[in-house]
């Protein structure tokens, strides 16, 4: 799913999932196209209310591919107030990732973030901390030594797997990298810009 998109359902789960009525035709929609599998489907309708339903499925739509969003505005069809409504909000958002890039100073993207940079932007991570890791390269032996050696702390996991990155790149370990990767794991690209100011 494209990040702007993964963007759009983040910011808006929550007044999506007071409209939306998943079980009746979204979920089994998305189950016919191949979006959801059935795994998926059972773990959505085991959820107590339609609310929670709804959270699930938004939950899930981001990792299921390049075609769920497009699948998942198809969905909307007795819904069409919601997906007329997400349509206006894409052309309405600001510009992409690619604008923000410009409007960080390249002595910034070029410079190797600190101890601080990192551990701030571990804490803004939050779920998405692997994903952006295993784009910079981690292996998955290192994510699960990270995720074992700070069982408790995500920001502990994250911020060890970007010490070990940062050490194992040296200098090509820059900001302008970092913000690759969080646009590969769909992560709003302003996480980076909040800890550089």
């Given amino acids: 799913m494209d990040p702007e998109h993964r963007a ?11 409209q939306l009525l998943v079980s009746d035709t979204i979920v089994p929609f998305l189950f016919q196209e ?9 773990v959505i309708e085991s959820q107590p209310t339609d609310r929670q339903k709804s959270l699930k499925l ?27 409504w997400l349509l206006l909000e894409l052309q309405t958002r600001p510009g992409t990732s690619s604008t923000d890039v410009r409007q ?19 804490s803004r ?34 911020l060890a797997g970007l010490v070990q990155w940062r050490r194992r790149e040296g200098k090509k370990a820059t900001v302008q990298r970092l913000l690759r990767s969080l646009e590969a794991a769909g ?11």
Wanted: charged content about 25%.
């Fill in 8 to 18: 759009l359902l983040r910011t808006h789960r929550l007044q999506l999932s007071g």
């Fill in 34 to 42: 191949d979006i959801l599998t059935e795994a998926q489907v059972q």
């Fill in 58 to 84: 938004l939950e899930l739509l981001p990792g299921r591919g390049p075609r769920a969003f497009g699948s998942f505005l198809r969905a909307l069809e007795d819904f069409s107030w919601v997906r007329d």
């Fill in 104 to 122: 960080i100073p390249d002595s910034v993207l070029q410079k190797v973030p600190s101890d601080r940079d990192l551990s701030r932007l571990a």
């Fill in 125 to 158: 991570l939050g779920a998405d901390w692997e994903a952006v890791l295993m784009d910079l390269g981690l292996s998955a032996e290192a994510l699960f030594r990270c995720r074992s050696d700070h069982a408790l702390s995500t920001h502990g996991a994250a």
């Fill in 187 to 197: 992560v709003h690209p302003s996480a980076l810009d909040e800890v550089l100011m």
